[in-house]
């Protein structure tokens, strides 16, 4: 498919607004935009409206698809002027098509739930399973940001993926003259209250802190540097990490993080966290993974 954004589009809502967010995206970049569009077919004796779905069948179904997939196509290329929009039309399942799209892309968009999707979800399994296992930024777009939203919200612990997700707040900071809010939360750290019945938990609560400040001051190091245009806010905050991500988003353009924080098991390939900030957030969400499946699990 080429490097570049890809867009998955269904016609609904959701992928309309996806579309509109990624063709932004790619103009900012100055890389081509494609919509990559996918569609199944029934499996048991192919059989579709009651009768057998025949390859005759099978390629009107794609011309159709390809067809209303175009129109959303011109409409953002007229949006964005000089911009290369471009379309994608496959037979298969959307999530794995948009994921076989990432290798070779720069950022795989998706809506947050698409015309299958159920209302009550937040996030569709399309969603879900992109950003889960996608090899380029994976973007999980549920509503436009204001207009005036200009600050990207980004969790931070130290670990390899957040300070990946920090790099990749930093970029989009600086290419769309947004500030960076920077967001290290922390709890105490559980332990067994029947080793210690009474008296104070057997941990130094103040240099717990301070070796978090520590983390949090290690992993702005250099970026500052590279970005000196970026004004950088940080938040250091003795609370749940997804409740402390949430409450710095309210008006931000964009919360990104990474797949899993350090804390987290290396077979959840979307951690707990990411999971819990994909489903609340209320602006887009960009999940940033390793882009390497093989030796996880």
Known sequence: MGAGVVVGFDGSEHASIAVDW????????????????????PLEGMRFGGSVLTPDAIDDLLERLQEATQVRADEASRAHPGLEVGV????????????????NADMVV???????GFRGLL????????ASNASC?????RKAPSAT??????GVDGSELSLAALDFAFDMADRRG????????????????????????????????????????????????????????????KAPSVKA???ASDDAALIVMGTRGRGEFLGAVLGSVSQGVLHRAKVPVAVIGSGDREDEG
Do not use: N
């Not at 930024?137 to 777009?141: E, F, G, K, L, R």
């Not at 939203?149 to 980004?154: E, N």
């Not at 922390?186 to 210690?196: H, N, R």
């Open 110 to 116: 998706v809506g947050s739930r698409g015309m299958g």
């Open 178 to 237: 947004w500030s960076v809010v920077a967001v290290h939360a922390w709890e105490i750290p559980s332990y067994d209250v029947l080793a210690s019945p009474s008296g104070p938990p057997p941990i130094d609560l103040e240099e717990l802190a301070a070796s978090e400040e520590r983390a949090f001051a290690e992993s702005l190091v250099g970026l500052r540097e590279q970005h000196p245009g970026v004004k950088v806010e940080q938040h250091i905050v």
């Open 22 to 41: 990624a063709a932004a995206e790619a103009a900012s970049r100055g890389v081509m935009l494609t919509l990559a569009a996918a569609t199944t077919v």
């Open 245 to 247: 991500i949430l409450d």
């Open 88 to 103: 994608k039309v496959a037979l298969g399942s959307p999530a794995s098509v948009l994921i076989e799209a990432s290798a």
């Open 149 to 154: 939203a200009a600050k990207v919200v980004v």
């Open 137 to 141: 930024p994976a973007v999980v777009v």
């Open 123 to 130: 996030v569709g399994s399309v969603g879900v399973q992109v």
